[in-house]
């Protein structure tokens, strides 16, 4: 059998994971017209698969459904028919738009991906068994528990001041974050005295140490990060206003090198980009030139299995993967193939007149495919409240349950 264009999940075990599947294929059928494939191991399944092609797969019992499923994945070339090209999603991502099947036509040999929302040392640490995550919240909390002691935002019950209190944390980070503007309010800031006006709504009293709000009224200490720096034993950067840690990396994200080094001592991979894109594994596109590549991302995926450095992920060896077989600057997938909907992004919202999602109140993208990676089935969450309500209209659906995070 030649299957020309198909769409392909990949679900073994619980029930929750399977009337995730259900919902997910019931946003395909409304949506694309191609024929989608579901490959499991049915003895490990609490409910059956309710769909019309499913492809079954023995694996290896010792397994657990988690590495069953990354089993199954890296090697569907092992079980499709030859001959087609095949778009993988995982059971979380719901055939959002009307233009759907475009997607074949995205392909570029021998098989690409979408970028996922962080670059390689921000993963580095869910990849690696290292003790940068916990070492990372043991940090967190102690920042917190000391600017906490200085009460460093004072203690109010005042809702708006709380709210403008938020706005304006908002704005500062964005500041920092943006070099040009950091760069106009210091030269600003150098030559107020000893009021700095920050914005229409905000300005700092640089001799009280207070934020003032448009009325005049305090509504915010100013912490001196720098001493912060120094309770902790860390660097600070004067001129980017930033904590670094000993390696000069920013604090405030947990992020490490030892997915890269781990990769280079085990697979004899230089990954030479310290700060690489890293690509997500919830959607991408194959033939059969692919099956090279898919077939080392397997063995690779199954050696980690056994090596206790690595937790149980297939995203850590498809870095390995790509870097071995020169892919590295292989064009990446826009994001409307793969949008990741972030449950604690609270900027995360929906257009309902055009059926557009945005990530921050500002850009609104035209999305084919929404990938609710956790919180799928969340009622609770206005954003699922929005995306969803469509499916659930027009085929009389409920909710799944929530689709366990990862």
Request: proline share 3%; net charge neutral.
């Amino acid at each position: 059998m030649i299957m020309e264009k198909a769409y392909v999940f990949v679900v073994v075990g619980t029930r929750e994971h399977i009337n995730v599947l259900h919902f997910a294929l019931q946003s395909f059928e409304m949506n694309t017209k191609f024929s989608v494939i579901v490959v499991t191991d049915k003895n490990r399944n609490e409910i059956p698969i309710i769909h019309q092609n499913v492809i079954h797969v023995e694996t290896p019992k010792e397994f657990s459904n988690h590495q069953t499923a990354i089993f199954l994945k890296t090697s569907l070339h092992r079980y499709l028919p030859k001959g087609g090209r095949y778009v993988y999603m995982d059971s979380d991502i719901l055939a959002f738009g009307k233009n759907c099947d475009q997607i074949f036509d995205e392909y570029i040999a021998p098989i690409r991906f979408g970028a996922d929302h962080c670059n390689l040392p921000f993963f580095s640490p869910t990849a690696i068994n290292c003790s940068c995550k916990k070492d990372f919240d043991t940090l967190m909390l102690g920042i917190q528990n000391y600017v906490n002691e200085l009460d460093y935002f004072g203690q109010t019950d005042d809702e708006e001041i709380l709210e403008q209190r938020a706005e304006l944390k908002k704005r500062i980070k964005h500041t920092f974050n943006n070099k040009s503007i950091l760069l106009k309010n210091g030269i600003k800031g150098f030559f107020s005295w000893p009021v700095f006006k920050f914005d229409e709504d905000f300005k700092y009293n640089r001799k009280e140490k207070l934020w003032y709000n448009s009325s005049n009224q305090p509504i915010m200490l100013q912490l001196k990060w720098s001493e912060v720096a120094h309770k902790f034993d860390l660097k600070f950067d004067y001129f980017n206003m930033k904590i670094k840690d000993k390696r000069g990396m920013d604090i405030w994200y947990c992020q490490c090198s030892h997915l890269k080094e781990e990769i280079k001592k085990k697979f004899q991979v230089n990954v030479k980009d310290a700060d690489w894109q890293h690509w997500n594994g919830g959607v991408f596109i194959f033939d059969d030139q692919s099956h090279p590549f898919m077939e080392y991302w397997h063995q690779a995926t199954m050696n980690i299995f056994k090596d206790d450095r690595w937790r149980v992920r297939d995203q850590g060896t498809l870095v390995a993967t790509a870097w071995k077989f020169g892919l590295q600057k292989q064009p990446l997938l826009h994001e409307k193939w793969n949008y990741i909907c972030d449950y604690n992004n609270p900027d995360l919202g929906y257009r309902e007149d055009d059926h557009t999602l945005t990530k921050d109140k500002k850009t609104y993208t035209q999305v084919e495919f929404a990938h609710v990676y956790h919180h799928f089935g969340d009622e609770t969450w206005d954003f699922w409240k929005w995306i969803s309500k469509d499916f659930k209209e027009a085929l009389q659906l409920s909710s799944p349950p929530i689709y366990p995070n990862r």
